[in-house]
């Protein structure tokens, strides 16, 4: 559903839409015709008609079929992801030993297979008994022995066999060295580009002297004219400010700032304009935003047992970000504030606190870490060392568990932006609720145990009396019940639940055959009914008592609360088949993802409990679901007392205080020793704390400094470290010219692409250190070369030679902004736009008025518009976003409302700027939205359907922002 629509600059507002017509038109004719939006359709304006009938299943199709972000590569997720699940459960029994005869350490022993057949049917995850085993929803097969997987481990098997169980090519170029031994790095690993120090090379002599304008240009001569290519000619300077003001501060340039521009013939003239977009406060929400997806921030912290948690504060880091780069805090510096702002000396470290949001409100597991450390600053997975040495970088598997040491020998912490007494007074009530939450909890737990077990002994019952209801043999269900002695309500549900066929358990097909034949005998239903709660009875009995074993293991209530202790102790749990019949009869309610079954349960039969129980996360109960109903005398008033007492603590409760995410180091700092194929309960040697190998000279000094944290930025951010700079440089390189000289940002090693200029790369990373590491300073050299100004000049011998452009021989077309440029440039060019900086986010509605970047970012809920135009997962470290421009998104122009509402805001302020005069008004809007006068066939077209229209100036501009002139930059 990818397409990309033409935009020459002047004729793509005469061209937009024509795909979005042409995907309605089979359907339009069985719409009213009354749809007010506007379509440009060979060159003319016409109504539009269906639009909203068929987005929303448009909208659906597009996130199921949407291509998907190439945010991390197949081979890294499988190092990741699924590698260390198959060494921490698998491999134990099926490598040498091949149990089974099922070997899985290869793609093509899995395919294979053992007794049972092949492990895994790529792309179908369903039919392959390897995910049919870990799923225990095979009927012999439940594997791994000893507990079933957690939901986001078998998640991410499925994922992987449904992407065609990608497993990385097992050429190794490093000796495996997994136990600890000692590795060495050879020298010719040593001699990899990425690895050599950073020299200043000398600029290239060209023979065209008349071209380049700095450094820059020469270094892309240079290969230009060893190719026997040519630089595309300038693009003119409407162009060039509108290429420039969206690249600094992602917004339009006002046609006040390209007037001056165009007037302004001093040779230093581009110079001023980029001084300008520099020293704007609006530079750093552009380059804050890039930083913060490196950074996956979003307004939550990490997760709590797979739901991503809320925080108030999170914005603070948010904030930080943008006002670093608004200041152009040196690299370096930016660096370690990042990684150990509370280490920093005292007077700048009340200012660098903020900072720690960087790995604060990311998952807190050491092993995620890690692995954004070394992806954002140095361009290394070394996260593919954790179950064996890297297979293709020299970083050895005892690197990567010297550097989860560093990150397991801190711990979180909260840095309070209010007074002492105020955070203890706001803890000590808090603690109080939390209690008087735990005690009704408690109450309503136990009344809730001895419910169950009550209407579980009533179970024929229950049975043989839904079966009257079921057969007519009693007139209604409320007498049925006063006269058996029953809970209507129970009732009820045993009548819904044994009249429902579709079950995950076997237990009732001999009830549903009965029915099947016509309902069978009383004789028969009473036999069959005292059969089923015995079974029932059991089961509940069965699950209690490996809840009682399970408590002792986990050390009690306290482990109970512990998610990573829960995961990691080997519990007991029921074979699938009865659980699913507890679950049914007296599961607890549950969301979506909020429990084991993984789909919305409304709650078990005989469930009854209280809208503060911990089991059902937060579920809102209905009236009926509640226990109340069941007591009475002191139970109740106790209940009733405890209740008023917690609402009487909540109310006083103080306001929270403000707070910075953050973490410290641990009172004890300790190596951690390497996990065996990635199982930390097979451990090898121990792994002293300290940098990476192929980045130190000789062996590592091991850090003394308490985690090492500070010895770890030290070493990142030194100006030594070969990677540092290149890897910055680059990335501002990318934001500009549309490509990195390195095409994998994120990825320096031997699977990443090898620099199309790496002189040039060196060039800037020298530069960028002699600069005192200021980026603001790499801009300024990048844009005021004459490469930068480039058109994007079609030059055919040219693209027979180098058709993806990594000679840089004309400026890359900017097929669509990003999804914040974009919003924010519609709320700038209508007038709307709230320039206020900083402040905590706000949810993206049609009301929202301020910059994207403020707007409330979900870590598992991310806003559908947002996704809609490609914002990046916020759980990954995206390499680099993902463009696509196709129908949907015209679509998203012609039914939003907030592209709706913005249209009436843009047609009164072209009212109140430029009078009446349709043609002016014309000239105003183009000068606003493309930074150009139309043309005199562009300005006939506009008068001719605002004069077949009666002056529809709304639908008009709706047009005008739809097109793809806007919303590209040439």
């Given at each position: 559903?990818?397409?990309?629509?033409?935009?020459?600059?002047?004729g793509?507002?005469?061209?937009?839409?024509?795909?979005?017509?042409?995907a309605?038109?089979?359907?339009?004719?069985?719409?009213?015709?009354?749809?007010p939006?506007?379509?440009?359709?060979?060159?003319?304006?016409?109504?539009?008609?269906?639009?909203?009938?068929?987005?929303?299943?448009?909208?659906?199709a597009?996130?199921?079929?949407?291509?998907?972000?190439?945010?991390?590569?197949?081979?890294?997720?499988?190092?990741?992801?699924?590698?260390?699940?198959?060494?921490?459960?698998?491999?134990?029994?099926?490598?040498?030993?091949?149990?089974?005869?099922?070997?899985?350490?290869?793609?093509?022993?899995?395919?294979?297979?053992?007794?049972?057949?092949?492990?895994?049917?790529?792309?179908?995850p369903?039919?392959?008994?390897?995910?049919?085993?870990?799923?225990?929803?095979?009927?012999?097969?439940?594997?791994?022995?000893?507990?079933?997987?957690?939901?986001?481990?078998?998640?991410?098997?499925?994922?992987?066999?449904?992407?065609?169980?990608?497993?990385?090519?097992?050429?190794v170029?490093?000796?495996?060295?997994?136990?600890?031994?000692?590795?060495?790095i050879?020298?010719?690993?040593?001699?990899?580009?990425?690895?050599?120090?950073?020299?200043?090379?000398?600029?290239?002599?060209?023979?065209?002297?008349?071209?380049?304008?700095?450094?820059?240009?020469?270094?892309?001569?240079?290969?230009?004219?060893?190719?026997?290519?040519?630089?595309a000619?300038?693009?003119?300077?409407?162009?060039?400010?509108?290429?420039?003001?969206?690249?600094?501060?992602?917004?339009?340039?006002?046609?006040?700032?390209v007037?001056?521009?165009?007037?302004?013939?001093?040779?230093?003239a581009?110079?001023?304009?980029?001084?300008?977009?520099?020293?704007?406060?609006?530079?750093g929400?552009?380059?804050?935003?890039?930083?913060?997806?490196?950074?996956r921030?979003?307004?939550?912290?990490?997760?709590?047992?797979?739901?991503?948690?809320?925080?108030?504060?999170?914005?603070?880091?948010?904030?930080?970000?943008?006002?670093?780069?608004?200041?152009?805090?040196?690299?370096?510096?930016?660096?370690?504030?990042?990684?150990?702002?509370?280490?920093?000396?005292?007077?700048?470290?009340?200012?660098m606190?903020?900072?720690?949001?960087?790995?604060?409100?990311?998952?807190?597991?050491?092993?995620?870490?890690?692995?954004?450390?070394?992806?954002?600053?140095?361009?290394?997975?070394?996260?593919?060392?954790?179950?064996?040495?890297?297979?293709?970088?020299?970083?050895?598997?005892?690197?990567?568990?010297?550097?989860?040491?560093?990150?397991?020998?801190?711990?979180?912490?909260?840095?309070?932006?209010?007074?002492?007494?105020?955070?203890?007074?706001?803890?000590?009530?808090?603690?109080?609720?939390?209690?008087?939450?735990?005690?009704?909890?408690?109450?309503?737990?136990?009344?809730?145990?001895?419910?169950?077990?009550?209407?579980?002994?009533?179970?024929?019952?229950?049975?043989?009396?839904?079966?009257?209801?079921?057969?007519?043999?009693?007139?209604?269900?409320?007498?049925?019940?006063?006269?058996?002695?029953?809970?209507?309500?129970?009732?009820?549900?045993?009548?819904?639940?044994?009249?429902?066929?579709?079950?995950?358990?076997?237990?009732?097909?001999?009830?549903?055959?009965?029915?099947a034949?016509?309902?069978?005998t009383?004789?028969?239903?009473?036999?069959?009914?005292?059969?089923?709660?015995?079974?029932?009875?059991?089961?509940?009995?069965?699950?209690?008592?490996?809840?009682?074993?399970?408590y002792?293991k986990?050390?009690?209530?306290?482990?109970?609360?512990?998610?990573?202790?829960?995961?990691?102790?080997?519990?007991?749990?029921?074979?699938?088949?009865?659980?699913?019949?507890?679950?049914?009869?007296?599961?607890n309610?549950?969301?979506?993802?909020?429990?084991?079954?993984?789909?919305?349960?409304?709650?078990?039969?005989?469930?009854?409990?209280?809208?503060?129980?911990?089991?059902?996360?937060?579920?809102?109960l209905?009236?009926?679901?509640?226990?109340?109903?069941?007591?009475?005398?002191?139970?109740?008033?106790?209940?009733?007392?405890?209740?008023?007492?917690?609402?009487?603590?909540?109310?006083?409760?103080?306001?929270?205080?403000?707070?910075?995410?953050?973490?410290?180091?641990?009172?004890?700092?300790?190596?951690?020793?390497?996990?065996?194929?990635?199982?930390?309960?097979?451990?090898?040697?121990?792994?002293?704390?300290?940098?990476?190998?192929?980045?130190?000279?000789?062996?590592?000094?091991?850090?003394?400094?308490?985690s090492?944290?500070?010895?770890?930025?030290?070493?990142?951010?030194?100006?030594?470290?070969?990677?540092?700079a290149?890897?910055?440089?680059?990335?501002?390189?990318?934001?500009?010219?549309?490509?990195?000289?390195?095409?994998?940002?994120?990825?320096?090693?031997q699977?990443?692409?090898?620099?199309?200029?790496?002189?040039?790369?060196?060039?800037?990373?020298?530069?960028?250190?002699?600069?005192?590491?200021s980026?603001?300073?790499?801009?300024?050299?990048?844009?005021?070369?004459?490469?930068?100004?480039?058109?994007t000049?079609?030059?055919?011998?040219?693209?027979?030679?180098?058709?993806?452009n990594?000679?840089?021989?004309?400026?890359?077309?900017?097929?669509?902004?990003?999804?914040?440029?974009?919003?924010?440039?519609?709320?700038?060019?209508?007038?709307?736009?709230?320039?206020?900086?900083?402040?905590?986010?706000?949810k993206?509605?049609?009301?929202?008025?301020?910059?994207t970047?403020?707007?409330a970012?979900?870590?598992?809920?991310?806003?559908?518009?947002?996704?809609?135009?490609?914002?990046?997962?916020?759980?990954?470290?995206?390499?680099q976003?993902?463009?696509?421009?196709?129908?949907?998104?015209?679509?998203f122009?012609?039914?939003?409302?907030?592209?709706?509402?913005?249209?009436?805001?843009?047609?009164?302020?072209?009212?109140?700027?430029?009078?009446?005069?349709?043609?002016?008004?014309?000239?105003?809007?183009?000068?606003?939205?493309?930074?150009?006068?139309?043309?005199?066939?562009?300005?006939?077209?506009?008068?001719?359907?605002?004069?077949?229209?009666?002056?529809?100036?709304?639908?008009?501009?709706?047009?005008?922002?739809?097109?793809?002139?806007?919303?590209?930059?040439?």
């Open positions: 559903m990818v397409a990309h629509l033409p935009s020459d600059g002047r793509s507002v005469s061209c937009i839409l024509r795909l979005v017509w042409s309605l038109a089979a359907s339009a004719a069985a719409v009213p015709k009354s749809f939006s506007t379509v440009i359709i060979f060159g003319r304006l016409l109504p539009a008609v269906g639009c909203r009938v068929f987005l929303p299943a448009l909208i659906l597009y996130f199921v079929l949407r291509p998907q972000a190439a945010e991390t590569s197949k081979a890294d997720f499988f190092e990741t992801r699924i590698r260390p699940v198959l060494a921490k459960n698998c491999f134990a029994c099926h490598m040498d030993s091949a149990m089974g005869g099922l070997r899985l350490d290869a793609r093509e022993h899995l395919l294979k297979g053992g007794n049972s057949g092949p492990a895994i049917l790529p792309g179908d369903e039919g392959s008994l390897l995910i049919q085993a870990v799923s225990h929803s095979h009927e012999r097969l439940k594997m791994p022995q000893g507990g079933k997987l957690a939901p986001e481990e078998i998640a991410a098997l499925k994922a992987w066999v449904k992407d065609g169980a990608v497993w990385p090519s097992t050429e170029i490093n000796k495996p060295s997994s136990s600890g031994s000692k590795h060495v050879r020298p010719e690993q040593r001699e990899f580009w990425a690895f050599q120090p950073v020299r200043k090379p000398p600029v290239p002599a060209v023979k065209d002297e008349s071209w380049p304008k700095t450094a820059i240009d020469r270094f892309i001569l240079a290969k230009l004219e060893h190719e026997a290519l040519r630089p000619g300038p693009a003119d300077k409407r162009t060039l400010i509108r290429r420039a003001t969206f690249d600094l501060i992602g917004l339009p340039p006002t046609p006040e700032e007037k001056a521009f165009l007037v302004d013939e001093s040779p230093d581009f110079a001023k304009v980029v001084d300008r977009l520099l020293a704007s406060p609006h530079y929400e552009r380059w804050g935003r890039h930083w913060l997806d490196l950074a921030y979003a307004d939550a912290v990490g997760f709590t047992d797979g739901m991503a948690t809320h925080s108030a504060n999170a914005f603070r880091y948010r904030d930080w970000i943008v006002r670093a780069f608004t200041d152009d805090m040196p690299y370096d510096r930016f660096i370690k504030a990042q990684l150990v702002a509370d280490l920093l000396p005292e007077k700048e470290r009340e200012k606190l903020p900072a720690l949001g960087f790995h604060a409100l990311g998952p807190a597991a050491e092993d995620d870490r890690v692995d954004v450390t070394t992806r954002t600053f140095l361009a290394l997975t070394v996260g593919c060392a954790k179950c064996h040495d890297h297979k293709f970088d020299p970083i050895p598997t005892l690197d990567y568990y010297s550097l989860q040491g560093v990150f397991k020998s801190t711990e979180p912490h909260e840095y309070p932006l209010a007074p002492e007494h105020v955070v203890v007074a706001y803890k000590k009530v808090q603690q109080e609720i939390q209690e008087k939450e735990e005690a009704i909890a408690n109450l309503v737990r136990k009344q809730q145990e001895m419910l169950a077990e009550i209407l579980l002994g009533q179970t024929s019952q229950y049975t043989v009396t839904a079966w009257k209801i079921m057969k007519r043999l009693r007139p209604d269900i409320q007498t049925a019940a006063e006269e058996a002695g029953l809970d209507r309500l129970t009732l009820e549900r045993w009548i819904k639940y044994l009249s429902t066929p579709e079950r995950e358990h076997p237990y009732l097909k001999e009830w549903d055959a009965m029915m034949r016509g309902g069978g009383p004789e028969e239903v009473q036999a069959f009914a005292e059969k089923f709660q015995h079974l029932v009875v059991a089961v509940n009995n069965e699950k209690t008592v490996m809840e009682d074993r399970n002792v986990l050390g009690g209530a306290a482990g109970l609360k512990d998610k990573k202790l829960r995961d990691t102790i080997n519990q007991e749990f029921l074979e699938p088949n009865k659980w699913s019949l507890w679950r049914d009869i007296a599961g309610p549950c969301k979506t993802g909020g429990c084991q079954c993984g789909l919305p349960f409304d709650g078990g039969i005989v469930f009854y409990g209280d809208k503060g129980d911990e089991h059902h996360g937060f579920y809102k209905t009236a009926e679901q509640k226990i109340d109903r069941f007591l009475s005398g002191e139970w109740k008033r106790y209940l009733d007392r405890l209740r008023a007492e917690l609402a009487e603590l909540q109310k006083s409760l103080p306001p929270p205080y403000p707070f910075l995410h953050g973490y410290r180091d641990s009172r004890e700092p300790q190596d951690v020793r390497l996990a065996i194929r990635g199982d930390e309960k097979n451990l090898g040697d121990v792994a002293p704390r300290r940098f990476l190998q192929i980045l130190s000279n000789g062996e590592p000094k091991r850090f003394t400094k308490g090492g944290r500070l010895e770890l930025a030290e070493a990142i951010a030194s100006p030594d470290n070969p990677l540092t290149r890897v910055m440089a680059n990335r501002v390189w990318y934001y500009h010219f549309g490509q990195g000289i390195v095409g994998t940002p994120s990825n320096f090693g699977l990443g692409e090898r620099p199309t200029h790496p002189e040039l790369l060196d060039y800037l990373a020298s530069w960028f250190i002699e600069s005192g590491w980026a603001k300073s790499l801009h300024r050299e990048m844009m005021l070369s004459a490469t930068y100004a480039m058109s000049e079609h030059i055919a011998a040219n693209y027979e030679k180098d058709p993806d990594r000679l840089h021989w004309r400026a890359n077309l900017i097929q669509r902004l990003d999804a914040e440029a974009l919003r924010d440039a519609i709320l700038a060019v209508s007038g709307s736009l709230d320039r206020k900086a900083s402040g905590p986010p706000v993206l509605t049609d009301d929202h008025r301020r910059r970047i403020y707007a970012i979900g870590r598992t809920d991310l806003d559908r518009t947002l996704l809609l135009f490609d914002f990046p997962d916020p759980n990954t470290v995206p390499e976003r993902v463009t696509t421009v196709g129908p949907l998104q015209r679509l122009f012609l039914n939003s409302n907030f592209v709706m509402v913005q249209s009436q805001a843009l047609a009164e302020r072209l009212r109140n700027e430029s009078g009446a005069d349709d043609a002016g008004r014309i000239r105003q809007a183009y000068e606003l939205l493309f930074a150009r006068l139309p043309t005199e066939s562009e300005i006939a077209l506009g008068l001719d359907f605002l004069r077949e229209n009666d002056g529809a100036w709304p639908q008009y501009v709706q047009v005008l922002l739809a097109s793809s002139e806007f919303s590209s930059v040439n």
